[in-house]
């Protein structure tokens, strides 16, 4: 490793050093110097409704045909010249990040050895300042396959005003950059469409192309399965919940209050929730479309501890999004007010004076840390400051106090109730990557060379087929104006639009199969204590390969755990006689669990003994 740049070698643990020699995979079409473009069908959006106003807003790079690459051929046109890149960490850092840099490295350096790749240092900022680091083997050699952002820094997730998309433009223009990789989530990657836009209208000649990189895993639709670090952050924060839950159960004094990182999107706290087992999980999807109110989250939370307590458990695991503060009709009511006085400059101090009365109200019924936290300036995309707002906390003093009422009105007669809060967010986004992030990030680094070199503008690198091993990914481009919609107050033909296109975070879908596996196994959270230990991230040996859970589950159907299903295979030979009727199987699967996961269930390869009662 060089002294100059990261961890000098003698100082670098035995871990950081081996997992630095991890040579992440490539699929067969990214083998070679160059590659295959195939153009597909031209893209609309994935609003329809919202198509026109995409249109508009991008009348030059809205409407782009879908790209796949293949291993080249005879049939593979003149290259184009690719000389000097540039990359910029714009989104916030995510494990696995630093082989985005490294894989465009490679990619462009095998296309042309004579080319350049900066790294623009402090993020954006030091995009509008033009203040670069030459990307070389030496520079990126203590930065492979190692979490963080460290070795170019990250500042704010913007490009977006006119006066720091001209900054950017006159950088590509300065440095002469046939290409500029973003590397972020919903946020830079709009932002990347706009800075597109603009440099197509003003003809200057820099590609800009986008790579999916945030842990919150919510840049997710038709083109892109996952983003770069929810793997990781998932599988760390999954085995801080399993501790936590061995914790509780070896005392069974207390309530564990975790909160999560993931923005608006429930998808981290929902994969730890599959992955680790906790008694409960509040997802900020479900409140919102239940419209429950704050006391009523609390009373669901205390109807669990009551029925936990009937069972003599007095511990238990919580786990929360931190987007659920803002997904309760009344809090996000709240922090609209104060989001719209901070964006008309009223001073921080006066703003809990000019709130309407029953924001006001609520206002003063909170906590003062909750007041002080809803108060703090906002994000880049005007929401509220989610990792600095400990709902969790919130949640564990409301819970308390309403035990404590039950308790005085003879409703509860447990013990005391007690709670310890964690907020586990920035731990985890530092961690080494696990194997899947590793390549993902590589990989998607390579095809942005390919996509700079096609001259594609506007567009995100993608990978398709993630559940499946490396050889069998699909690489492939696709517009961001097709990931784009219109944020609307109605439904319907009168609905009004809000603000400009944007790729907005997808929530969690409640009629999706991971969700339905949550329902399914909610009961049993709750009251069994099932708890699941993941332990740490695997590099090397069985389990260094495994997926997600929930892009397995997205991806194909359900499977189940291994152990569930069999258990399943041996209940149904309880229920039903080798050789009935396949309605007959079908049904005693029902029975236990729900329809569509019955053919799944009686077609898994595991199932070696149901041919015995096959059935046509
Ligand atoms: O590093 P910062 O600026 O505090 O950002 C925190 C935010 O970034 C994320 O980690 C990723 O978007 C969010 O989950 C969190 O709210």
């Known amino acids: 490793m060089n002294a100059d740049y990261g961890v000098p ?59 796949t690459f293949l291993s080249p051929d005879d049939t593979a046109g003149a290259v184009k010249a690719v000389n000097e890149v540039g990359v910029v960490f714009s989104g916030r850092q995510s494990p696995g990040g630093h082989n985005v840099v490294w894989g465009l490295h490679d990619a462009l350096k095998v296309y042309n050895p004579q080319s350049i790749l900066y790294g623009f240092i402090g993020g954006t900022e030091g995009l509008f300042a033009n203040k670069t680091l030459e990307i070389t083997n030496d520079v990126l050699a203590s930065y492979k396959n190692q979490g963080g952002f460290d070795l170019l820094g990250r500042s704010i997730d913007q490009i977006r005003s006119s006066k720091q998309v001209s900054a950017a433009m006159t950088t590509c223009q300065d440095l002469n950059l046939d290409g500029l990789v973003i590397v972020g989530g919903v946020t830079s990657n709009s932002d990347a469409a706009q800075l597109a836009e603009t440099l197509v209208q003003k003809n200057c000649k820099t590609k ?4 999916p990189v945030s842990l919150n895993g919510d840049l997710k639709n038709q083109f892109v399965e996952t983003t770069v670090g929810f793997d ?22 207390y309530y564990y209050f975790v909160r999560l990182m993931g923005r608006k999107a429930s998808h981290v706290a929902l994969e730890c929730a599959l992955q680790s087992h906790p008694n409960m999980l509040i997802m900020g ?35 929360i999004p931190e987007g659920l503060i803002e997904s309760i009709p009344e809090m996000y009511a709240l922090i609209q007010e104060i989001s719209i006085l901070h964006n008309n400059n009223v001073p921080v101090t006066e703003i809990p004076t000019q709130l309407s009365p029953w924001a006001a109200a609520l206002f003063q019924f909170l906590p003062p840390f909750i007041r002080r ?6 994000e880049s995309d005007n929401s509220a400051q989610l990792s600095q707002i400990d709902t969790e906390q919130l949640l564990a003093h409301l819970v308390e106090a309403e035990m404590i009422k039950r308790t005085k009105e003879g409703r509860y007669k447990g013990k005391k109730f007690s ?14 990557p696990s194997n899947f992030d590793c390549d993902y990030a590589y990989v998607l680094g390579h095809i942005s060379l390919h996509m700079i070199a096609a001259g594609l503008t506007g567009y995100m690198a993608t990978v398709a087929n993630l559940k499946d091993p490396v050889h069998k990914w699909r690489c492939a481009a696709a517009p961001l104006t097709a990931m784009m919609s219109v944020r609307r107050h109605l439904r319907g033909p009168g609905a009004i639009p809000i603000g400009k296109p944007a790729i907005h975070p997808s929530p969690i879908d409640l009629k999706g199969k991971a969700y339905e596996l949550l329902r399914e196994k909610a009961s049993s959270f709750l ?12 590099f090397e040996g069985p389990g260094s390969d495994a997926k997600p859970i929930t892009l397995t589950i997205e991806d194909q159907d359900y499977m189940g755990d291994i152990e569930m299903l069999k258990l399943y295979l041996d209940k149904v ?23 569509t996961h019955v053919l799944t269930v009686m077609s898994h390869p595991l199932n070696a003994e149901l041919p015995l009662y096959h059935f046509n």
């Open 9 to 67: 070698t003698e100082l670098a643990g035995p871990l950081q050093q081996r997992r630095a020699l991890y040579q992440p995979r490539l699929p067969p079409c990214l083998q070679g110097a160059t590659v295959r473009v195939e153009y597909d069908d031209a893209t609309t959006t994935i609003d329809p409704t919202g198509a026109h106003a995409v249109a508009q807003a991008f009348p030059r790079t809205y409407g782009q045909r879908l790209v």
């Open 208 to 211: 800009v192309v986008g790579v």
């Open 232 to 253: 990781t952050v998932c599988k760390v924060n999954s085995q801080l919940i399993s501790n936590v839950c061995l914790d509780a159960i070896s005392a069974g004094k």
């Open 285 to 319: 999807e479900e409140v919102a479309l239940s419209k429950l109110t704050l006391m009523e989250v609390i009373n669901k939370i205390c109807d669990g501890v009551q029925a936990r307590a009937e069972l003599g458990k007095h511990h238990g695991v919580l786990l």
């Open 373 to 378: 936290e809803l108060l703090l300036h906002q």
């Open 419 to 432: 709670s310890v809060c964690h907020f586990f967010g920035y731990q985890a986004r530092g961690s080494l």
């Open 527 to 538: 009251l069994d204590d099932f708890y699941r230990t993941p332990g740490g991230i695997q």
């Open 573 to 595: 030979k309880t229920i039903v006689k080798p050789g009935c009727s396949r309605d007959t199987l079908k049904a005693a699967i029902s029975s236990m669990i729900s329809v």
